[in-house]
């Protein structure tokens, strides 16, 4: 079993930072979190080389968690970005800006709907299965038409589902709804 301080204490002496990427997922995550909530006590008075070392294991765990796959579309990586569901501006602790959790594995033009509209949102229901669902009455029908075809989706459908999403996702899609 692993104590994490002594894993703070060998990847901080070790200049090559390398071991993140052998640690097993569960580990990796407890690791990141660790670190975070220390920072996040520190006034997040982090260095850049340890921000970037946040932001490298942040999207190399969630794109871990997709197999590597879009989590709406499938498909292989080439075209997909790490995506946050609560967004990164909106976060006030690097606790919240680099947990795993907050995290998809979209196709970029997916990333850039999501990201750029106020129709489409990440919704979980109480078997928790998750969806990107378009709010239809809040846009346009050419909108309409052109999200459901970026989602893959038929035409008689608001919803997409999203593989391999976290239960500590709700906390993040809880925290869109807050906001909106």
């Known amino acids: 079993m692993f104590n994490l301080k002594d894993l703070d204490n060998k990847i901080t002496n070790n200049e090559d930072f390398t071991d993140y990427i052998l640690l097993p997922n569960e580990l990796a995550i407890s690791y990141i979190k660790y670190k975070l909530n220390k920072s996040d006590n520190n006034n997040n008075s982090e260095n850049n080389e ?18 590597s796959k879009c989590q709406i579309t ?16 909106k976060c006030k602790l690097n606790s919240e800006k680099y947990d795993p959790a907050n995290g998809i594995f979209i196709c970029s033009n997916i990333h850039k709907l999501l990201d750029n509209t106020k129709y489409i949102n990440i919704v979980y229901d109480d078997d928790n299965n998750y969806f990107i669902k378009i709010e239809a009455d809040m846009c346009k029908p050419e909108e309409l038409n052109c999200a459901r075809h970026v989602l893959n989706i038929s035409n008689d459908s608001n919803m997409a589902p999203i593989n391999n999403m976290s239960a500590d996702s709700k906390k993040y899609i809880d925290m869109c709804k807050i906001d909106s």
């Not at 340890?50 to 197999?67: E, F, G, H, P, Q």
């Not at 499938?74 to 501006?89: K, L």
């Open 50 to 67: 340890n921000i970037r070392r946040y932001d490298y294991m942040y999207k190399k765990l969630v794109k871990l968690n997709a197999s």
């Open 74 to 89: 499938g498909y292989i990586n080439t075209v997909c970005d790490v995506a946050h569901i609560y967004p990164f501006s």
